[in-house]
């Protein structure tokens, strides 16, 4: 299946089915048949799929760079080597640049397309659940800095997002589960169907089923794509949606470090702290807060590693850098699958609603 993000001259085919891994370079050299291609990977990826990418290495001539694994790992001085091995092998502005990873390779290697040469092609080929539904989509490319996560980055979006979902058959559960939270993340603003559609295939979408991930990932992504097609570069408002749990998030990961939670760890605890604020202020219903929590606690609880302290959190919020002026703002549920952004939530009310949920850890 195909679902196309309609960017006017930016616009590009996001190809989504089980097994189509060995076809990318057919695709690729009818669509970039005069090109060098370049392969960014990372080690853990390397070893697992080392024959599709020598098949890729023979079918496209590709040049490979291969980077050490991990978020620590995703910093200026990884993006700074990626030209090293490109610049040397003639790259120029035709080239184009395959991120076959997750969330950290696609977001190092779309930032060294965005700069190289002054932005050459992109194509995201997500390895992690997390990646397919959300990061490979959209066009935000970033490295992290020791000030806090994504500060150095760029709008580039891809070429062409080629989502084969058979990569996920090696994924670790724990990372499965991560990227469920993003899944239902598109559950909790894409409507009502598909908050409904996600209640309903809940434990198949766990299993892994083959024909319910493809749906659910394609509802998921088709939402994406909605929002980033009406606000590309986030500056009318509506991209904010995607940061669902988001605020909450990011001070858990600040907090513990980027490695002891995972991002969509930390997004699972988000959502449950901004559905609890929800409630707290009453933009959505208790009965239906408690749909919301049901639907969560039905995916697996990730541990964190300690009940950390709200006080602590609020600070790492206002280091967070969507905050404007001081005041971090939420997304917040509204009704069951719709969610509305707040710039004015009273930080006590943040605190309440973060110790009421962080502490039944
Ligand atoms: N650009 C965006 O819009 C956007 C959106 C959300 C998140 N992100 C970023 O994404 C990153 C998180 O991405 P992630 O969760 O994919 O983490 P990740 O890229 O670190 O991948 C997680 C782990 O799984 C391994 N892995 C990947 N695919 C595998 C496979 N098929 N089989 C076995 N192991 C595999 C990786 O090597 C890594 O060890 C964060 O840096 C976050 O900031 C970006």
């Known amino acids: 299946?195909?679902?196309?993000?309609?960017?006017?001259?930016?616009?590009?085919?996001?190809?989504?089915?089980?097994?189509?891994?060995?076809?990318l370079p057919i695709r690729l050299k009818n669509n970039f048949p005069k090109s060098k291609f370049g392969?960014?990977?990372?080690?853990?990826?390397?070893?697992?799929?080392?024959?599709?990418?020598?098949?890729w290495e023979r079918d496209l001539g590709c040049t490979i760079h291969c980077m050490p694994d991990g978020e620590r790992y995703k910093k200026l001085e990884t993006w700074g080597a990626i030209f090293?091995?490109?610049l040397p092998a003639k790259f120029e502005r035709s080239s184009v640049i395959i991120a076959l990873g997750g969330g950290v390779v696609g977001d190092v290697a779309g930032f060294a397309a965005a700069t190289l040469m002054r932005g050459i092609a992109c194509v995201q080929v997500p390895t992690t659940l997390l990646a397919m539904v959300d990061s490979s989509v959209g066009g935000k490319t970033a490295v992290d800095h020791a000030a806090g996560k994504n500060l150095i980055g760029a709008f580039h979006q891809p070429r062409l997002v080629w989502i084969?979902?058979?990569?996920?058959?090696?994924?670790?559960?724990?990372?499965?589960?991560?990227?469920?939270?993003e899944l239902l993340k598109y559950g909790f603003i894409g409507g009502p169907d598909h908050f409904d559609f996600?209640?309903?295939?809940?434990?198949?979408?766990?299993?892994?089923?083959?024909a319910v991930l493809l749906e659910g990932l394609r509802r998921g992504i088709a939402v994406k794509a909605g929002v980033v097609e009406r606000d590309e570069h986030e500056t009318r408002g509506e991209r904010a949606l995607l940061n669902f749990g988001h605020t909450f998030a990011?001070?858990?990961e600040k907090y513990f470090g980027f490695e002891a939670l995972l991002h969509g760890e930390a997004v699972w605890w988000g959502m449950r702290c901004a559905c609890e604020l929800g409630r707290r202020l009453g933009t959505i219903p208790g009965h239906s807060v408690a749909r919301y929590e049901?639907?969560?606690?039905?995916?697996?609880?990730?541990p964190l590693p300690s009940v950390p302290p709200a006080g602590e959190l609020i600070r790492a919020m206002q280091f967070d850098?969507?905050?404007?002026?001081g005041t971090p703002a939420f997304v917040i549920p509204a009704a069951p699958g719709s969610a509305i952004v707040k710039n004015d939530v009273p930080l006590n009310l943040v605190e309440e609603a973060m110790n009421a949920v962080l502490s039944s850890t």
Do not use: W
């Open 1 to 23: 299946m195909e679902i196309t993000v309609n960017l006017g001259p930016r616009s590009y085919p996001i190809v989504l089915d089980r097994g189509i891994a060995a076809a």
């Open 39 to 55: 392969l960014v990977t990372n080690t853990t990826l390397a070893k697992l799929y080392g024959d599709l990418i020598g098949q």
């Open 84 to 86: 090293d091995t490109f």
């Open 164 to 181: 084969d979902t058979a990569f996920l058959d090696t994924l670790p559960p724990r990372e499965y589960g991560a990227g469920c939270a």
């Open 198 to 210: 996600i209640a309903a295939n809940g434990q198949s979408i766990l299993d892994g089923k083959p």
């Open 250 to 252: 990011h001070a858990l």
């Open 294 to 302: 049901a639907l969560m606690e039905f995916f697996p609880r990730p």
């Open 321 to 325: 850098k969507k905050v404007a002026s």
